[in-house]
Each structure stands twice: as structure tokens, then as C-alpha cells.
């Protein structure tokens, strides 16, 4: 303890505190609840979902909190069955911000000094190689991260610290591609009712997949599901078929989903509206690319009000012009609307001054941005029966 101080400690937190069971973690020595301060840190493989021998994989630390002001984690990897066991091998990809360090037989990936990234506020993401094992029969790896979102006082005191880990099966190659569903609504609120929604994924290939779930809330951050978490991970049998169901609890709770979707799974969302005395009504939810550009949907406001979820599922601030066209082709308005980055808003679109020219006509309304993406999901209505609108996108 001497020596860290002397050496300074926050040019790297010591080996043995990356929060492995039976091993410490950052509050050995800094103050605090582990998992309590309001923020997260994630861990996650970049473009993959399993490992495969010989192929080193790119493993991204994202530490997120809305009151931190410099930042610091450690990593390691284990065997999944056994954690005091290391698996694969660690090394630096970004060596002006993180340092290998060793404790005994184990490795262990932390900040340096530049890396702790003194005044930055929300978040900091650092990136590590790991080279796994030369068997698949060497099972699986577990990557435990400790995370500390620092309040810059240069001492232990006053800072958040996380833990999290990812578990990552041997298996075939499988790179995913990240797909969102811009509609989630849960839990239930006086004169909206019920509402639930699924999640279905099906593995159309022959071997088996995991396929990460991630849940936003509306306004980007990390959304807890009661009974699952902020992330889950469904595992798919060859052929195999899975569901993640978010339950009713709680109020009404609207937000988004991400999904990794290996190759060759397939799958959708549902979301239903449970009110006392009506027969339930479902949607059904298309997974959207994460990078369109734009997306188009047809509406009839004759009979009908047409409602949106629009989602900007990248990582910049984006506006996104919305074009409403009649029939003809003649445009009935145009309105823009801001959307910070993962931030997804809902409503009726001729709520908007520039769209109440929508009503009594069938068109189209065309959404795009010029930068970042956005994803977009219709809903038509009548009274309190409603069916889902899917838009093209581009
Ligand atoms: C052995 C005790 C010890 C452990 C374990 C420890 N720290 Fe620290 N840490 C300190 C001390 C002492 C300071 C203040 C002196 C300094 O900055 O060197 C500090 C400061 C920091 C700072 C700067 C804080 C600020 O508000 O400016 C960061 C970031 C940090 N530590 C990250 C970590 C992380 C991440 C872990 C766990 C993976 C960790 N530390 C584990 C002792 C420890």
C-alpha cells in the first residue's frame, strides 16, 4: 500500500482487483458499495460473440457514470468452470492508456495515468487483445472487470467502483451484427394499461450461438429489467429457437433493444397492450440496422392515427428530418426532431405542428439523417386497437 502510494497508485490499479470471487477488487482500498453508484461498466467482445482458437479478439471496457470526472479499470481473463485459473493471454493494443500488469501466474489489463482521462465526464472506453487458447477444449473464458468512475480527487475517497463479467463460450467463429428493436414498453400505467414485451430469436444454422440482449431506456442509458438485468445472453441449440420476455412490473417503462445477431439468426419482437375489459392487442417489431440512414412507412390518417418510436441507435447526436407526403407525392410538411445519441422518442406524428396537415390523408413520411442512423417503427391506431407499421429502410 506504501509503495502504490509513493509510485502513484492512479497510474494503474495493483493486479488481483479486476473483482474475481475470492480476489479483491477496487474497494479494497477506495470507499464505496461495489455496483451502487448510479453508473455501470460493461464489458464486451468487439464483433464477436464466441472465440475460436487462433483468432485474438478485440475486448472493449465501457465505464459509464453521469457524476464521474476520471476513470480507471482492470481486467483479467479465467476459465469460466474454474476462475482461479487464467485463460488465453492479455496484451496491450492502446499502450499510451493501458498497462499489462502480472500478479503471480495471472495477468491483468489496468489504466495508465493517461488513461484515467482527468476531467472527461459520462463515460471512457478502453480497448485489450486476447488471445485465446489453442483448444476449444480449453472451455470457456470469463472476463471480470472492476471499473472505477472517479470523482478526480486524486485520493480513494468519493468514487464509484463497478464490477461486472462475460462469459464467452468456445465455439465456431461467430461474428454478430448488432440489430435494434426501437420498440420496448413495459409495467403499467392509469388509462395506458399493461404492457409486455418478447423478444423471439431463432438459429437457422447448424451449430449453436449466443446471441447478447441489451436494454435501453428512452433516453440511452442502461435499462434494468426486473429478473434479467441490463443484458442478458440466449443461447441457441443448432436449429434451436429462444425468447427473452420482459414482464409487466412496475410503471409504464419505454426504451429500445439491442441485439447481436450472429449469422443466420432470425427473430423479432412483440409488444402487447393488456386493457381491463378489451381483448389484448400485440405488435410485432422488425430488428433495424444500426446504420440506415433512413427509413420510410406508408400511413392512412383517414380513419387512422399514426404513431412513431424513433430511435438514433449511434453514437453521435443526430436530426432527423421528417417528410410527410400525401398521396400524390406533394409534401404535407416537413418537421425535425433531436435526438442525442441512443435516445429514441415516441409520438403521434401529427402531434407535431408541421405534420397536422397528415390528418384525413394517406401517404408516406420519410425519416433521415445525414450522419449517425436512426431506426424507426410505426404504429397505427384506432381507439385501442393498434397493429405495427414496418418501414424500409435504407
Ligand atoms: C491497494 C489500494 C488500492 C486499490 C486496490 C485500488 N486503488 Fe485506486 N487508488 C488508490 C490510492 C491510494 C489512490 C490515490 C492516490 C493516487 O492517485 O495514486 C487511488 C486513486 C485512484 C484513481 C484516481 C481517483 C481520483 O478521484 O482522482 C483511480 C482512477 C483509481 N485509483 C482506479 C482504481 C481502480 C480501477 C481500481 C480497481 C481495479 C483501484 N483503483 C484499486 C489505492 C488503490
Same mark, same amino acid.
Given at each position: ?165 462475460? @462469459? &464467452?463460450?468456445?465455439?465456431?467463429? /461467430? %461474428? #454478430?451484427? +448488432?440489430?435494434?428493436? !426501437?420498440?420496448?414498453? =413495459? *409495467? ?8 409486455? @414485451? &418478447?423478444?423471439?430469436?431463432?438459429? /437457422? %444454422? #447448424?451449430? +449453436?450461438?449466443?446471441? !447478447?440482449?441489451?436494454? =435501453? *431506456? ?177
Amino acid at each position: 500500500m506504501a509503495a502504490e502510494s509513493l509510485w502513484g497508485h492512479s497510474a494503474g490499479a495493483p493486479a488481483g482487483a479486476a473483482g474475481v470471487p475470492g480476489e479483491g477488487d477496487c474497494t479494497d482500498c477506495h470507499t464505496g458499495t461495489v455496483n451502487s453508484g448510479g453508473g455501470r461498466v460493461q464489458v464486451s467482445l468487439v464483433n464477436a460473440v464466441n472465440w475460436t482458437p487462433g483468432t485474438p479478439v478485440t475486448v472493449r471496457i465501457t465505464l459509464s457514470d453521469p457524476s464521474a470526472q476520471r476513470w480507471g479499470f482492470e481486467i483479467t481473463a479465467r476459465s469460466a468452470s474454474n476462475p482461479v485459473v487464467p485463460l488465453g493471454t492479455l496484451a496491450v493494443i492502446d499502450s499510451a492508456n493501458t498497462q499489462l500488469t502480472i500478479g503471480g501466474n495471472l495477468q491483468f489489463i489496468t489504466h495508465r495515468t493517461a488513461g484515467t482521462r482527468p476531467g472527461t465526464s459520462a463515460s471512457s472506453t478502453w480497448d485489450v487483445r486476447w488471445t485465446p487458447p489453442a483448444s476449444a477444449g480449453a472451455g470457456d473464458v470469463t472476463f471480470f472487470v472492476a471499473g472505477n468512475a472517479a470523482n478526480n480527487s486524486g485520493t480513494e475517497a468519493g468514487d464509484h467502483i463497478y464490477t461486472t463479467s462475460l @462469459t &464467452a463460450a468456445a465455439g465456431a467463429p /461467430t %461474428t #454478430g451484427t +448488432p440489430k435494434v428493436l !426501437p420498440q420496448l414498453a =413495459f *409495467g403499467s400505467q392509469a388509462g395506458a394499461g399493461a404492457w409486455y @414485451t &418478447a423478444v423471439y430469436v431463432h438459429n /437457422t %444454422t #447448424g451449430s +449453436p450461438v449466443q446471441v !447478447p440482449v441489451d436494454f =435501453f *431506456g428512452a433516453d440511452g442509458s442502461a435499462l434494468n429489467i426486473s429478473g434479467i438485468g441490463t443484458t442478458t445472453t440466449v443461447s441457441l441449440s443448432a436449429k434451436g429457437t429462444g425468447i427473452v420476455e420482459i414482464p409487466n412490473v412496475g410503471p409504464l417503462t419505454q426504451g429500445w433493444i439491442q441485439a447481436t445477431l450472429p449469422d443466420g439468426v432470425i427473430g423479432y419482437g412483440i409488444f402487447r397492450q393488456s386493457v381491463s375489459g378489451n381483448s389484448d392487442q400485440e405488435g410485432t417489431v422488425p430488428f433495424s440496422s444500426t446504420t440506415s440512414t433512413g427509413a420510410t412507412l406508408v400511413f392512412d390518417e383517414t380513419a387512422f392515427d399514426t404513431a412513431v418510436s424513433v430511435l438514433n441507435p449511434s453514437s453521435v447526436n443526430v436530426t432527423v428530418t421528417i417528410t410527410a407526403r400525401d398521396d400524390k407525392g406533394a409534401v404535407l410538411g416537413v418537421s425535425t426532431l433531436a435526438l442525442g445519441a441512443k435516445r429514441r422518442e415516441a409520438f403521434v406524428l401529427k402531434s407535431r405542428p408541421e405534420l397536422t396537415t397528415m390528418q384525413g390523408k394517406r401517404g408516406s413520411v420519410d425519416f433521415s439523417v445525414s450522419s449517425g442512423a436512426v431506426a424507426v417503427l410505426g404504429l397505427r391506431f384506432k381507439g385501442l386497437s393498434f397493429t405495427s407499421i414496418l418501414p424500409t429502410e435504407r
